[in-house]
């Protein structure tokens, strides 16, 4: 887990004080407390001392410093297949 630490346009700075960096091109989820709404984020430069820099994956309208931030160990995934064919 981490907390929002810079918002700037599309690109967000995450501290995990745990020590425990994720790796780049992982996926970095975010909880809206106002509708409940799930932001995913895009690690894509670690710039040392536990901070990520990471690119948004929708707006970043109404991030704050201290969101919680949590790494969901893996990189962002689209399904594929027959299923996703057509319109």
């Not at 780049?24 to 709404?37: E, Q, V």
């Not at 990189?75 to 297949?81: L, Q």
Request: net charge negative; charged share 25%.
């Amino acid at each position: 887990k981490g907390t929002v630490a810079q918002v700037i346009g599309p690109v967000v700075d995450v501290d995990f004080s745990e020590g425990k960096t994720p790796s780049i091109l992982n996926a970095l989820t975010i909880k809206n407390p106002t509708d409940g709404s799930t932001l995913f984020l895009e690690v894509a430069q670690h710039l040392g001392e536990d901070r990520v820099r990471t690119i948004a994956m929708d707006s970043t309208d109404g991030l704050v410093r201290g969101m919680e931030v949590i790494d969901t160990g893996k990189a962002i995934a689209m399904p594929v297949g027959e299923d996703i064919r057509g319109r």
